[in-house]
Nanobody
């Protein structure tokens, strides 16, 4: 089992920045990929960014150049630095961990609201 706890969401004006954090605990040795997903009202959950255990990253096109995902394996943390935020970035952001055998784990989510 892996437990994930997100923090760092909030309300910010367009153009502002937020940093999301996700703390992993439990069977952390089994984690391979970690990532951030978001779900806007009335929309499906979508991948925002993910990072492999080796540090390879992947971003959805809409956040490239604005968001940065990073991972601190020693602290069992993953971060999402979000700059130049836009109203369309609004949603609930979820931390995700995928183990080597393909199990998916999710955090409880943190709300990000970007006002215009």
């Amino acid at each position: 089992q892996v437990q994930l706890v997100e923090s760092g969401g909030g309300l910010v004006q367009a153009g502002g920045s937020l940093r999301l954090s996700c703390a992993a605990s439990g069977s952390i040795f089994s984690i391979n990929h970690m990532g951030w997903y978001r779900q806007a009202p009335g929309k499906q959950r979508e991948l925002v960014a993910d990072i492999s255990s080796g540090g390879s990253t992947n971003y959805v096109d809409s956040v490239k150049g604005r968001f940065t995902i990073s991972r601190d394996n020693a602290k069992n943390m993953v971060y999402l630095q979000m700059n130049s935020l836009k109203p369309e970035d609004t949603g609930v952001y979820y931390c995700n961990a995928v183990t080597g055998n393909g199990w998916n784990y999710w955090g409880q989510g943190t709300q990000v609201t970007v006002s215009s």
